[in-house]
Nanobody
Framework: QVQLVESGGGLVQPGGSLRLSCAAS????????MGWYRQAPGKQRELVAT???????KYADSVKGRFTIWRDSAKNTVNLQMTNLKPEDTAVYYC????????WGQGTQVTVSS
């Protein structure tokens, strides 16, 4: 099973931007759909963006127009550009397949606060 390592989180002010990256331990070319998930304190994990092998992208309504997902199969990475960040985007962000594998990475913390 592929191992996934997320990076790029941090503390940012409202309206700011961050770019998250997810590095896979092996080729993700044959994984049909990859996604970024997030889990805020006290809330269930939610799927915020997905990208298929055919480059079809889908976004949760809460991030549509602000987040962009893309995959680089040559580098085995899945990335998430986040702009116009809001305090409600604060969460630990994870990448995984969709449907998700049982095993999750450590995630990367994103905190949006002034």
């Amino acid at each position: 099973q592929v191992q996934l390592v997320e990076s790029g989180g941090g503390l940012v002010q409202p309206g700011g931007s961050l770019r998250l990256s997810c590095a896979a331990s092996r080729s993700i070319f044959n994984i049909n759909t990859m996604g970024w998930y997030r889990q805020a304190p006290g809330k269930q994990r939610e799927l915020v963006a997905t990208i298929s092998r055919g480059d079809i992208k889908k976004y949760a309504d809460s991030v549509k127009g602000r987040f962009t997902i893309w995959r680089d199969s040559a580098k085995n990475t899945v990335n998430l550009q986040m702009t116009n960040l809001k305090p409600e985007d604060t969460a630990v962000y994870y990448c995984n397949a969709d449907p998700a594998y049982r095993s999750w990475g450590q995630g990367t913390q994103v905190t949006v606060s002034s």
